[in-house]
């Protein structure tokens, strides 16, 4: 219990002294891995609130009343980040493995995960003005680029690469699924 505590504090800590927090991600123990689980849970499903209130713009709950709004949150929220922590997180391992990374995938998404900290601000910034919050997402790739770089003790240049691989392998796979899709359906009407 100890230990997943400062795992927590880890989360909140990595947005002062990241270099510090990601150089502790490089033990791979099945203990540590299970000890920062909480934290990595809790990280990836403010990432996807995050990315459910950015996606949603400025007006998409204003109909709702309060209830409404935090079950919309909440469920929106949950999907994105389990959606994204897995898809995303399945990217970036496969890209980091073929540049050289060695560990596990699973190091990996934690890197991912302990990089969307600063979303935790997603909502209080979307509550003063949505499009703030692409900054917190430019502040998570920034963290992401050098939780690369201190796990797998990479160059920036090469922890980009990294992220840029990914997403365009991601969207090339997407377009294949979308592709097959289409074709096995006979397009989208």
């Known amino acids: 219990m100890e ?6 504090r880890r989360a909140a800590l990595v947005l002062r002294r ?13 203990e540590a891995a299970e000890e920062r689980q909480d934290a990595v849970v809790a990280l990836a499903f403010v990432g996807g609130i995050a990315v459910a ?12 009343d309060v209830l409404d709004k935090l079950v919309w949150i909440f469920v929106t929220g949950f999907a994105y980040g ?11 391992g496969f890209v980091v493995a073929r540049l050289g990374g060695e560990g596990s995938r699973r190091r990996t998404r934690h890197v991912l995960a302990f990089a ?28 992401l680029l050098v939780g690369l770089g201190v796990v797998y003790r990479w160059s920036l240049p090469r922890a980009a690469a990294g992220v840029g691989l990914t997403v365009v392998w991601l969207a090339a796979l997407g377009v294949g699924l979308l592709s097959v899709l289409t074709l096995l359906g006979g397009g989208f009407e």
């Open 53 to 64: 209130l950015g996606l949603a713009g400025a007006d998409a709950l204003h109909g709702l």
């Open 116 to 143: 969307l900290a600063p979303l935790v601000f997603a909502l209080p910034v979307w509550a003063v003005w949505p499009p703030l919050i692409v900054l917190l997402a430019a502040w998570s790739l920034a963290l």
């Open 18 to 30: 990241p270099v510090q927090v990601f150089g502790t991600l490089r033990d791979e123990s099945k």
């Open 82 to 92: 389990f959606v994204g922590y897995w898809v995303l997180g399945w990217g970036l």
């Open 3 to 8: 230990a997943q505590l400062e795992w927590l």
